[in-house]
């Protein structure tokens, strides 16, 4: 079985701070590993996958994510926060690299403060 | 652009009523579809798997009775929630996968359901 556990429920950060969003996974199979990202009253949008060909996996928005077989984590980072990264932020693994059938983490709500 | 339409983003309906919500791939043909629910400040959950031409699987605990998905063509996928109850007041969301090779998946921007 798979699951996905996102440590805190809400985020806050400052302008220009780092981002960090914890994602730890447990899985049977080699997983593959994703974040999205979603805006209120909106659908969710790819930010990056890890699908095994590198452990640093870049996304879009300047976020980057690193998979740790070790910890069982896949932890989202931003160095420097924007207002616009204000969003829901949700960790999921699959079976295969498709995306199609997920598991999804509780989310992270990230706030930005000026 | 979108590629996929969710349609309505936002629905009031009377308890007891029916509900339809279509999800359409806009750019490529999809084989399969699937549908996530989502409450309040919880994670999305999904609710079954919709493949063209052929029934719906659904997740364990949901359903099927209640909550119809026809997959008529390669680009619609629908999701009717029959004889609505407040409790399935809920976020649901789209999910199209597209064909081989790539098979990407892209979510369509949900569909607010109350039911008063």
């Known amino acids: 079985a798979q699951s996905v556990t996102q440590l805190g429920s809400h985020v806050s950060v400052s302008e220009g701070a780092l981002v960090l969003l914890r994602c730890n996974y447990s899985s049977s199979v080699p997983p593959y590993l994703f974040w999205y990202v979603q805006y209120p009253n909106q659908g969710l949008q790819l930010l990056l996958k890890y699908t095994s060909a590198a452990t640093l996996v870049k996304g879009i928005n300047g976020f980057e994510a690193e998979f740790k077989k070790s910890e069982t984590s896949f932890h989202l980072t931003k160095p420097s926060a924007h207002m616009s990264d204000a969003a829901e932020y949700f960790c999921a693994v699959s079976k295969n690299n498709q995306g199609g059938k997920l598991i999804f983490g509780q989310g992270t709500e990230l706030s930005v403060k000026p | 652009g979108a590629v996929v339409s969710q349609h309505p983003s936002w629905v009031i309906c009377k308890s007891g009523t029916s509900v339809k919500i279509e999800c359409r791939s806009l750019d490529f043909q999809a084989t399969t579809m699937f549908w996530y629910r989502q409450f309040p400040k919880q994670s999305l959950m999904l609710m079954a798997t919709?493949?063209?031409?052929?029934?719906?699987?659904?997740e364990q605990g949901v359903e099927k009775d209640k909550f119809l998905i026809n997959h008529a063509s390669l680009t619609l996928s629908t999701l009717t929630v029959t004889s609505a109850h407040p409790e399935d007041s809920s976020f649901y969301i789209c999910s199209v996968r597209e064909r081989q090779p790539t098979t990407r998946a892209f979510f369509g921007q949900g569909t607010r359901l109350t039911v008063v």
């Open positions: 919709s493949n063209e031409g052929s029934k719906a699987t659904y």
